[in-house]
């Protein structure tokens, strides 16, 4: 049974799971979805449009699922969807996309620390941390594990890579590679995050293996396209260096060097 706080008010037609708590003053528009056991603190908003998981637990002044900011933006029908196990802190804003259907989408176990903004139609994975004050503008992609560190701002279309961490108060305007270090304005790298890539429990042999790779791709002089085919060639049954030839072959802003 839910648990809904007397000035709490939440429309008729909003989904709400079992044991859902809603806190004082919050708001829960017609057709947004709220998953089993999950925490609304107080005065937050779900609009509609905006779908959150299981277990959930957002703190005070959350506002999910308003308009874009994207001035392209026509009125239409779009969504937020929001998976399992996130933690939401105070005050952070997650926009709906721009297009007709289109999704801002947040994966399951993240969390997004406070005053975090996520623009429209971005996509965060699994298991990604987002320190206070980090901005996504619209379409960016956090994949699994990736950290990005407080007051960062991520430009559109940006794509952070698994496992890599981007440093407090930077300017990310290319993409950050699978298992990286980036910081600065603007952000480049600063080779392997090997204190994240420890506390996940990597090898040290796979770490050197990384960091052959990295040398490879930005201490050989070969151009791009030749230190990808060598990375093939000779890393072609290694699984995290075929991640890092993936999505540098993926890449539409380039990387940062």
């Given at each position: 049974m839910a648990q809904i706080h007397k000035t709490a008010i939440v429309d008729p037609r909003a989904i709400l799971g079992e044991d859902v708590s809603i806190g004082p003053y919050s708001i829960v528009k017609a057709n947004a979805v709220i998953g089993d056991h999950t925490c609304i603190g107080s005065s937050c908003v779900i609009e509609?449009?905006?779908?959150?998981?299981?277990?959930?637990?957002?703190?005070?002044?959350?506002?999910?699922?308003?308009?874009?900011?994207?001035?392209k933006y026509a009125g239409k029908t779009s969504f937020v969807k929001i998976g399992d196990r996130n933690r939401i802190r105070e005050y952070v804003t997650i926009n709906l996309g721009t297009e007709e259907n289109s999704e801002t989408i947040i994966g399951n176990d993240n969390l997004l620390m406070a005053y975090v903004h996520v623009g429209h139609n971005s996509v965060i994975y699994n298991h990604s941390?987002?320190?206070?004050?980090?901005?996504?503008a619209g379409h960016v992609e956090i994949e699994n594990g990736a950290v990005v560190g407080g007051l960062s701002a991520l430009h559109q279309f940006v794509r952070i890579g698994k496992q890599a961490i981007v440093g407090g108060c930077s300017k990310v305007v290319q993409d950050v590679i699978p298992y990286?270090?980036?910081?600065?304005?603007?952000?480049?790298?600063?080779?392997?995050?090997?204190?994240?890539l420890n506390r996940k429990n990597f090898s040290l042999e796979l770490?050197?293996?990384?960091?052959?790779?990295?040398?490879?791709?930005?201490?050989?002089?070969?151009p791009l396209s030749q230190a990808l085919s060598k990375l093939k060639d000779q890393y072609q049954d290694t699984v995290e260096v075929m991640d890092v030839v993936r999505f540098i072959e993926k890449s539409s802003r380039g990387i940062c060097r």
């Open positions: 509609s449009g905006a779908s959150l998981g299981r277990e959930c637990v957002l703190f005070t002044g959350v506002i999910i699922g308003s308009i874009t900011q994207d001035l941390i987002l320190a206070n004050g980090a901005t996504l990286a270090r980036a910081d600065g304005h603007p952000a480049k790298l600063y080779g392997l995050n090997s204190i994240g770490q050197a293996l990384l960091k052959k790779a990295f040398k490879i791709l930005f201490r050989s002089q070969l």
